[in-house]
């Protein structure tokens, strides 16, 4: 069903996110299946990777962080292809996206044209699908 932006992974790891709860509940969904098929854009795993690296973290740190989502059960990936990236063009071009989120909209577009974040860039794509986090996790843990 939907693929995830890097707004998602990052609330996930980190407890002091204003969205953790609400991605925590999403993550939570996803491993118990409510979610469907959904999936995270390598491109959004690029991003992450290199938002980590440029704040000092190590390599090792960067890779158990990748493969702790690579181990979530029911949680797909939509590899980065050459229509993903001529895609992701047009749409930088057309609707004024940055490099990332248009990738990442490209991605979702080839997946099933849904997206789950709160980025309000993704809404100027009327092709796409946004899906607001904090509306489809129902109540907060704490």
């Known amino acids: 069903m939907p693929v995830l932006e890097l707004d998602m992974m990052i609330a ?10 609400v991605a925590s509940n999403i993550f939570d969904k996803i491993v118990r299946g409510e979610l469907g098929n959904a999936a995270i854009p390598c491109s959004a795993y690029m991003e992450y990777e290199l938002i980590l690296k440029s704040r000092g973290y190590s390599e090792e740190e960067v890779r158990l962080d990748l493969e702790a989502f690579r181990s979530l059960k029911n949680l797909g990936e939509v590899p980065l292809t050459l229509n993903i990236l001529l895609t992701a063009s047009r ?52």
């Open 12 to 21: 996930f790891v980190n407890s002091v996110d204003r969205l953790h709860n």
């Open 91 to 142: 749409l930088r071009a057309m609707h004024g996206l940055s490099y990332f989120d248009s990738l990442h909209a490209a991605s979702a577009l080839a997946y099933d044209k849904v997206i789950i974040s709160v980025d309000k860039a993704y809404e100027r794509i009327p092709e796409l699908k946004v899906m607001d986090p904090r509306k489809i996790t129902g109540p907060e843990r704490s």
